[in-house]
């Protein structure tokens, strides 16, 4: 290699001055080491398409932003940015904020609900482009690793409705550029930076920590160690404590609900997220652009010119060994993998110097866009997704955005007397249908519901005065053994296959206790299977679908 080894030229020196020539050979010097400057310098910036890019992503999901309903886990969201508080039992409290700023600026539409979660979609595919950037891609592979990330299905599916998914995306890809940019630059004031982000993101999800024990992991193991030698490090961590600290008081003053949370979801998941935690990875992304984010990977791993990031994809391989011990959601790793199909996009780009590999780069980058749309965005008439047998196992994410009206609709239609109605309160199995009646049920009539599932419950209780109880998805034995009556009065009927279908309505008075007491045994932490009123919790000894 020229820049490893020193060169030895034979050249013909100036004619002697006896007239012979002679031929010597010349050590030429090891050419010298660059300067910080050179080291430290980057590919220009390709910003107008990259902005081309972002604004097509954030454009598209605004487009189709409208279309079905409200996601089950946004419904929940809208119900808590009425109950603003320093935390959940469930999730910190930037989700909920959001949600009240959108609903207090932009009305209290479905399309003004996922306004910013549609701009941070934006912000997550420029970001990939400067991450490109930063591991010495050109213009082109900017753009690539750009349009591949608005075209994942990690991406579409947060950008696409307000759930605590995309400002942790845009959290995790963002540090994933910094920590990249710190160890190509050696530029200690980027920790500041880092623990910045890092505190915005534990206030919309506390899984952002696993990013970093893996990132420090991998620094550890395979280096540069020296960038963990810098104060500022020290002061970007008291930063990061410092922004996310409200939200851990809150925790600490409520006796750690989260983690409560965290053991039910992983009963509830059972053995099957380990079962599906390698084969998950690939849909991640998308079929189509496994190969460029598992090139990225190799490439960080391997390649001589990117020692220094080698980091980066030992703290992939060790997030994904620690999610498989601890049964963690297979899709946890997501961040971390447009972090590495941006750097396989600077391969890519490197590697389509022919007219036919750029054929195939675009192929499936149009591919994976395609599929990625058809999984995550409604781009097909719904009734497609419950009338197909591949699609209806693939639909899970459309149908959560489907039936709310119709629900809300049909328990207004429940039988009551107007006595029973002047006294009736309706509770809901879990928060996704106390959401769906919370927005649809003034418009139909219904009287205030209320439920004890996770942060619902601390959303209201009923008054001793309301005495009769719509009751919907709950199980009869253990709600009915709280009132002195219990009668069935229907059942929620939809075509489509969603969750909450065939959930039954019961009509119950008489409570056996005032209702603040009632609230206790009510009050649950946990995971509402779907398709059943089972309720997964912290002691349940099976999950949802556990034999």
């Not at 009338?387 to 994410?397: C, M, R």
Request: proline share 5%; aromatic share 8%; with cysteine.
């Amino acid at each position: 290699m020229a820049e490893a080894v020193e060169t030895i030229r034979w050249h013909r020196k100036a004619e002697p001055t006896d007239g012979k020539s002679r031929h010597v050979a010349t050590k030429l010097e090891s050419p010298p080491l660059a300067s910080k400057d050179e080291r430290t310098a980057a590919p220009v910036l390709n910003r107008w398409p990259l902005l081309a890019v972002s604004a097509g992503v954030t454009a598209l999901l605004l487009a189709l932003s409208g279309r079905y309903g409200y996601h089950v886990d946004e419904l929940y969201n809208r119900v808590s940015g009425q109950h603003l508080a320093w935390g959940l039992v469930d999730q910190p409290p930037l989700v909920s904020l959001i949600a009240w700023i959108q609903t207090t600026l932009l009305r209290d539409t479905l399309t003004a609900f996922r306004v910013v979660p549609a701009l941070l979609a934006g912000v997550v595919v420029w970001v990939a482009g400067l991450i490109a950037r930063e591991l010495g891609g050109r213009g082109g592979a900017q753009v690539f690793a750009a349009a591949a990330t608005g075209s994942t299905v990690v991406t579409l599916n947060a950008g696409h409705v307000l759930t605590t998914n995309i400002p942790d995306l845009v959290a995790w890809v963002t540090l994933g550029w910094l920590v990249i940019r710190l160890l190509r630059t050696r530029d200690a004031r980027l920790w500041l930076a880092i623990g910045v982000v890092t505190g915005v993101g534990l206030l919309a999800k506390n899984l952002i920590v696993l990013l970093l024990l893996s990132v420090l992991v991998g620094v550890l193991a395979l280096g540069p160690r020296d960038v963990l030698r810098s104060r500022h490090l020290w002061i970007g961590a008291a930063l990061a404590a410092l922004i996310a600290a409200p939200a851990v008081v809150w925790q600490v003053t409520h006796g750690w609900p989260a983690v409560e949370m965290s053991e039910a979801l992983s009963t509830a998941l059972g053995s099957d997220s380990r079962v599906a935690f390698l084969p998950f990875q690939l849909l991640m992304i998308g079929l189509f652009l496994a190969p460029v984010w598992i090139a990225g990977l190799v490439a960080l791993l391997r390649r001589a010119e990117w020692r220094e990031y080698r980091s980066i994809g030992f703290a992939y391989l060790f997030m994904v060994v620690l999610l498989i011990a601890i049964g963690g959601k297979p899709e946890y790793p997501g961040g971390l993998q447009v972090v590495l199909l941006a750097a396989g996009s600077v391969v890519v780009a490197q590697w389509a110097r022919t007219t036919v590999k750029r054929s195939l780069a675009g192929v499936a980058l149009v591919g994976n866009v395609l599929l990625s749309a058809v999984l995550m965005l409604p781009v097909l008439p719904i009734t497609v997704y419950g009338s197909n047998p591949v699609l209806e196992q693939l639909g899970v994410f459309q149908h959560d955005q489907s039936g709310w009206p119709q629900l809300a609709q049909q328990v207004a239609a429940v039988p009551l007397s107007p006595e029973e109605r002047a006294r009736a309160v309706i509770y809901a199995n879990h928060y996704g249908t106390a959401g769906a009646l919370d927005r649809y049920g003034p418009e139909n009539g219904l009287p205030r519901v209320y439920s004890g599932h996770n942060s619902f419950a601390d959303f209201g209780v009923p008054t001793d005065d309301k005495t009769v109880v719509i009751a919907v998805g709950v199980n009869r034995e253990t709600f009915g053994a709280l009132f002195a009556r219990c009668e069935p009065r229907g059942t929620y009927v939809n075509d489509l296959p969603v969750a909450d279908r065939g959930a039954e309505f019961l009509v119950c008075s008489g409570p056996r206790e005032p209702w603040a007491q009632m609230w206790t045994k009510l009050r649950w932490i946990g995971f509402s299977c779907p398709y059943t009123s089972e309720v997964v919790t912290a002691k349940s000894e099976k999950g949802c679908w556990s034999e």
